[in-house]
């Protein structure tokens, strides 16, 4: 999230950046899984979950870079976050339980939302296309995380590394064809910032299947989510002095509280 402020902040063209970036996921996962002989099988399913993750993600992320643009990076991050909540409708319509807090922290969504929407001053950037781009990114990264649940629903976490592998390449794919089509070539500044991007994304996804692997999700998924909005907000208005209104600030309380309601199992 820095590394896409600061690249925005130069003016770095975004579909070379984003390029780079799934280049340099796919590049050090796979070299990930060779080191550690995690290599494994795939099948259909696997594919086609990739394909429809990989896509996702890459408009997704496209998305939230324009919305970066247009309105607070830690309130767009925050929103995103929020995305959690769709793999866990997808779950109950799956057949599993909901929990009493898990109920109500997916009824605080919308709410929260709503608030982190809200600007006192009219003249600030256009509120409908932010908020546009960030819902369309919200309902694509749940897609994504869909995906993951999918993943262990059907028996396949057998076959992570390959799917992880093949959604990066996907992306790779996507962004590398939008670019060739634009006849864009990158530049040194989005060559490097994707670099830096897909390192942080690569090394937090390796890091991220394994504390899935040693750690309960009751305890994993409200560290890692709260922690990185908590960051994300802290470091914004002392970086780039992004400063939040009241309601903003309520909602995005809510939105900690939901995150960790949510992942209550």
């Known amino acids: 999230m820095f590394v896409y402020k600061a690249a925005l902040?130069?003016?770095?063209?975004?579909?070379?950046?984003?390029?780079?970036?799934?280049?340099?996921?796919?590049?050090?996962?796979?070299?990930?899984?060779?080191?550690?002989?995690?290599?494994?099988?795939?099948?259909?399913?696997?594919?086609?979950?990739?394909?429809?993750?990989?896509v996702s993600v890459a408009v997704s992320r496209l998305l939230l870079l324009t919305a970066m643009r247009l309105g607070p990076a830690g309130l767009s991050w925050t929103i995103l976050n929020l995305s959690i909540c769709l793999p866990v409708l997808f779950s109950i319509a799956w057949g599993e339980r909901p929990t009493a807090w898990q109920i109500s922290g997916l009824l605080l969504v919308p709410v929260c939302i709503v608030l982190m929407g809200h600007r006192n001053d009219p003249g600030q950037a256009?509120?409908?296309?932010?908020?546009?781009?960030?819902?369309?990114?919200?309902?694509?990264?749940?897609?994504?995380?869909?995906?993951?649940?999918?993943?262990?629903?059907?028996?396949?976490?057998?076959?992570?590394?390959?799917?992880?592998?093949l959604l990066n390449f996907v992306g790779v794919v996507v962004f590398?064809?939008?670019?060739?089509?634009?006849?864009?070539?990158?530049?040194?500044?989005?060559?490097?910032?994707?670099?830096?991007?897909?390192?942080?994304?690569?090394?937090?996804?390796?890091?991220?299947?394994?504390?899935?692997?040693?750690?309960?999700?009751?305890?994993?998924?409200?560290?890692?989510?709260?922690?990185?909005?908590?960051?994300?907000?802290?470091?914004?208005r002392v970086a780039w002095d992004e400063r939040l209104n009241p309601s903003q600030l309520c909602g995005l309380a809510l939105a900690v509280a939901a995150i960790v309601m949510i992942s209550v199992a």
């Open 176 to 236: 590398a064809g939008a670019t060739a089509a634009r006849s864009v070539v990158p530049q040194r500044l989005e060559v490097w910032r994707g670099i830096q991007s897909g390192l942080c994304f690569s090394v937090s996804t390796i890091f991220w299947i394994e504390a899935i692997m040693l750690l309960p999700g009751i305890v994993f998924f409200p560290i890692a989510t709260v922690s990185g909005v908590i960051l994300t907000i802290v470091i914004m």
């Open 9 to 54: 902040t130069a003016n770095a063209r975004r579909l070379p950046m984003l390029a780079v970036e799934r280049l340099t996921i796919a590049i050090l996962v796979c070299i990930y899984v060779l080191v550690t002989s995690e290599a494994d099988s795939h099948g259909s399913e696997i594919v086609i979950l990739a394909l429809v993750g990989g």
């Open 126 to 165: 256009t509120t409908r296309g932010w908020l546009l781009c960030i819902l369309t990114s919200f309902l694509l990264q749940g897609i994504v995380g869909t995906t993951f649940t999918l993943v262990k629903e059907l028996d396949l976490a057998a076959s992570r590394y390959m799917f992880i592998l």
